[in-house]
């Protein structure tokens, strides 16, 4: 049966994954943003549904003439024909019922994005199959997600840490008072790992194990005892395999430099607003979301640097989602922070 209802999808596009919720159900789509192609072609394997975890699961195990694209780059529509096509089978996974109508689409989009960028990734969300495409920001989204005060006659700030950047905002009655993007993510502390691996044992590790040793071991702030672990890879004069032990304290010290830029960007954005937006955000803090976030010890480590409170979304890797959810099921409501 063929219904004339629209349904309501939210979608969070990050160059790492792919998160997508249906209207007020939550999240129903987490996927790697990837596709397997074939190098001849750059067509997608297995008839255009090699994508997300299977293109993922294929990264090691496929042929010379195969590869792993990624639609996206430093948080832009790298190749509109992949990313279209990977976008028509993730709203295949979700769709629920046949409709009429192809479903109503809020997508989050990241701080500083040209309106051509926007125009490209809305041409491949309708391509992919949606009837409409609204846009919000990534980090006013987390925020909404997040359940800050977004809508209401106080400030609130919000700052989304993600795989290649972070996005930060400020709002206040429902619009976006000032907004600051940061080229730090999730690589830049796997690539601080890199590198201070490299000057602490002279040892090459690649940023695959580094990213491994952030999600398992790395915390912004000292977690009860220290501990050690091994880490392997090449001798940087001889090139052969060696194993060295870092301890927790020393990774701990890695990730500083690239979190106290993250906290001099706050910092930064904060000063920019009038002092009552600034005492307003003096007791509301600031609202931690994205994947970074999850860093224990994240919260503690920030709050000390700015001198306000910081707290993590209870659902941070999936925050923008949700909030772009959120828009999508009361688009009315929402209508001013849609871009």
């Known amino acids: 049966m063929i219904r004339l209802s629209r349904e309501h999808l939210a979608i969070d596009l990050g160059p790492a994954s792919t998160v997508i919720c249906r209207g007020d159900e939550g999240v129903v789509l987490d996927e790697p943003t990837a596709a397997a192609v074939q190098t001849s072609t750059g067509r997608i394997l297995h008839q255009g549904v090699a994508v997300g975890r299977l293109a993922q699961a294929l990264r090691d195990r496929t042929p010379s003439e195969v590869s792993i694209a990624y639609p996206l780059a430093n948080g832009k529509v790298a190749d509109p024909v992949l990313c279209q096509a990977m976008l028509r089978q993730f709203l295949h996974k979700c769709a629920t019922r046949r409709s009429f109508f192809g479903p109503q689409v809020v997508c989050t989009v990241p701080s500083g994005a040209t309106m051509v960028e926007r125009a490209a990734l809305v041409s491949a969300v309708r391509g992919a199959g949606a009837a409409s495409v609204g846009l919000v920001l990534r980090s006013v989204a987390a925020a909404i997600g997040g359940g800050a005060p977004v809508l209401e006659a106080t400030a609130a700030c919000s700052c989304e840490i993600g795989s290649t950047q972070t996005d930060i905002a400020a709002t206040c009655l429902g619009e976006v008072v000032a907004e600051r993007r940061l080229p730090i993510g999730g690589v830049a502390l796997d690539q601080a790992i890199v590198d201070a691996v490299k000057a602490l044992f002279n040892l090459r590790i690649g940023v695959k194990q580094a990213e ?99 707290r993590v979304a209870s659902m941070p890797r999936e925050a923008a989602a949700l909030g772009a959810a959120i828009v999508a099921v009361d688009f009315d409501r929402w209508r001013g922070i849609l871009l």
């Not at 931690?288 to 010890?297: I, M």
């Not at 480590?301 to 409170?309: K, N, S, T």
């Open 212 to 310: 491994t040793i952030r999600i398992e071991y790395g915390s912004a702030q000292p977690q009860g005892a220290e501990k050690s672990f091994e880490i392997h890879g090449a001798d940087g004069i001889t090139g052969a395999p060696r194993t060295s032990r870092i301890t927790t304290q020393q990774l701990r010290e890695a990730l500083e430099s690239p979190l106290t830029d993250i906290a001099s960007g706050i910092s930064e954005l904060l000063q920019s607003l009038t002092p009552e937006m600034a005492g307003d955000l003096a007791q509301q803090g600031v609202l931690l979301s994205g994947g970074v976030a999850l860093t224990p010890g994240i919260a503690d480590f920030l709050a000390q640097e700015l001198a306000i409170p910081c």
